[in-house]
């Protein structure tokens, strides 16, 4: 399941143009795509279903279908609209748990994203950064790849206490593990990061069936070889994954967004050859290490 796309969102004094690709396999493992995303402004976000509970590619599912009821399309939304469709994803995949001979058969999944929001009081217009679980959402400046997000898993919590290292962390038998899902609990607790919008910006989110099979070295050389147009890439990077064995589902959204005002002719200019870019990408290269690479 692929989708390419840019979406013009209107503001007060201008308007951003965000445009995206996102793509979803099952891998070369799994019989069933537990993973689902929702690529439409003002939200683009990943939710991993929970492998080996009950109905996760339908928890997954729900989260899609719940955001798309709360939040109004082609319009910035605001944080505690995003907050809302996340504790309502919450309740929502709860009701999917099912009694059985055998106890409660709990679904679940992660959930990671960005929203453009209008943070309020003069604030400002900000993507916001959403996260539970182990799926992840990394900045992309053109040099430099930066993780936002947290991982909420057992191995995480061992690098933070200094226990293990990031490498160790990535062979640990519990590496699996997740320590926050929507559905686990009664109160979901997401972490939230605001980031200013402005200029050119690039997101990648993704489930952990792209970053537990690539690297941040490769997924750092796979961006810096795009032409500057989001559209191809998300399916570039699903590819990586399935190379390197595809062991779980993948799920990849690219997103990249660029804010002026609409007198200002850098950006009908922007607008145009985004347009052009989504029709014709060309081959990409790319050299670096650790998450950077030369300009």
């Not at 004094?13 to 003002?42: C, M, T």
């Not at 109905?55 to 399309?73: K, Q, Y």
């Not at 994203?113 to 053109?142: E, P």
Request: with cysteine.
């Amino acid at each position: 399941m692929s989708a390419d796309g840019e979406d013009v969102v209107p503001l007060p004094h201008g308007s951003a143009v965000i445009a995206h690709s996102a793509q979803s396999d099952v891998g070369r493992v799994r019989s069933v795509n537990e993973d689902a995303f929702l690529a439409e402004a003002p939200v683009y976000l990943v939710a991993d279903g929970m492998g080996g509970h009950a109905r996760g590619d339908a928890a997954s599912r729900t989260v899609i279908e719940t955001f798309r009821r709360h939040l109004e399309p082609g319009r910035p939304t605001s944080p505690e609209q995003v907050l809302d469709a996340i504790h309502t994803s919450n309740e929502a995949v709860r009701a999917l748990s099912a009694e059985g001979e055998e106890g409660t058969a709990v679904a679940g999944t992660t959930l990671t994203g960005v929203a453009l929001v209008d943070a309020g009081d003069g604030a400002g217009f900000h993507w916001m950064v959403f996260n539970i679980g182990d799926s992840r959402v990394y900045s992309w400046d053109g040099r430099t790849l930066e993780q936002l997000s947290v991982d909420h898993s057992a191995v995480q919590e061992l690098v933070d206490a200094g226990l293990i290292s990031a490498d160790d962390a990535e062979r640990h038998p519990d590496r699996n593990v997740i320590t926050r899902a929507i559905g686990a609990d009664e109160v979901v607790d997401p972490d939230v990061w605001l980031i200013p919008a402005t200029g050119r910006q690039v997101f990648l989110i993704c489930s952990d069936g792209l970053s537990k099979e690539v690297d941040d070295e490769q997924l750092a050389r796979i961006l810096a070889g795009d032409t500057g147009h989001a559209a191809g890439l998300a399916g570039e990077l699903v590819d990586a994954a399935l190379e390197r064995g595809g062991r779980d589902n993948v799920t990849v959204i690219v997103v990249e967004s660029e804010l002026g005002s609409d007198d200002d002719e850098a950006t009908r200019d922007r607008r145009e050859s985004l347009s052009r870019a989504a029709e014709d990408t060309t081959p990409r290269t790319g050299e670096g290490e650790h998450g950077d690479v030369s300009a």
